[in-house]
């Protein structure tokens, strides 16, 4: 997954080849056209830029997530629970910090545990009894975890495609925007052209990063 802007850049891409002639470009005999530098755009627009580290942050936020899971796959949901408020906590005391490590440990020797009774050719009815509970809870907690990673992986795939048309229709706006001030008849990204056109980036970007923006309402 890479970010917002190459999902983006694409995306205005096709909606300006796809658009049809404006009304007006019949009258016109020799009809201009325009050029946008979309690499300045992704670098220079700001809102794509804070869009893109909004989806950022998410991504880290999924992955804080599932690492705690994996963390924490051996405690009782009550100890889960512990983990959880204190790895939320704003400003953490040593005491918070010294208690995570504690519960992480705790999952790690009981999973330890887990794995030398399951290799015991003979077992006690004491060891039996922890086999049956933490094997237990170690496979529902794996049943979890591939449940979060899925549904983590679907909100990510959605997010990404929510903050791309965001960015996308803003760009495109833009561009119709200033085509249809200048009269230009088609608009086309600057690296497909190899002579000539009207270089309107930087109008493209004073309308997506000033007063009154394009999408500054969203």
């Known amino acids: 997954m890479r970010g917002v802007r190459a999902w983006a850049v694409a995306a205005v891409l096709a909606m300006a080849m796809a ?17 946008v530098d979309m690499d300045r755009v992704a670098d220079e ?21 599932l690492q705690e899971k994996h963390k924490t ?25 010294k208690r995570i490590q504690e519960l992480e440990a705790l999952s790690g020797t009981r999973e330890q545990r887990l794995l030398e009774l399951r290799q015991k050719k003979e077992r006690t009815a004491e060891e039996e009894a922890e086999v049956t509970q933490w094997g237990g809870l170690y496979e529902k907690n794996m049943m979890e975890m591939a449940s979060l990673q899925a549904e983590l992986q679907a909100s990510r795939v959605a997010k990404y495609e929510e903050l791309s048309k965001v960015v996308a229709e803003n760009v495109t ?10 009269k230009l008849a088609l608009v086309v990204r600057k690296d497909a052209v190899l002579y000539g056109g009207t270089d309107i980036t930087e109008t493209v970007l004073a309308k997506l990063n000033g007063p009154g923006s394009v999408g500054a309402n969203r």
């Open 45 to 65: 627009y700001r809102q794509m830029r804070e869009l893109n580290q909004q989806f950022q942050d998410f991504q880290r936020d999924q992955e804080r997530q």
């Open 173 to 182: 706006n833009a561009v119709k925007s200033v085509a249809e001030e200048q």
């Open 19 to 35: 658009g049809a002639l404006p009304a007006w470009a019949g009258a016109v005999e020799m009809p201009k056209f325009g050029v």
């Open 73 to 97: 796959r051996l405690l009782t949901e009550a100890e889960r629970q512990e983990y959880s408020d204190l790895s939320l906590t704003a400003a953490p005391t040593d005491a918070n910090k």
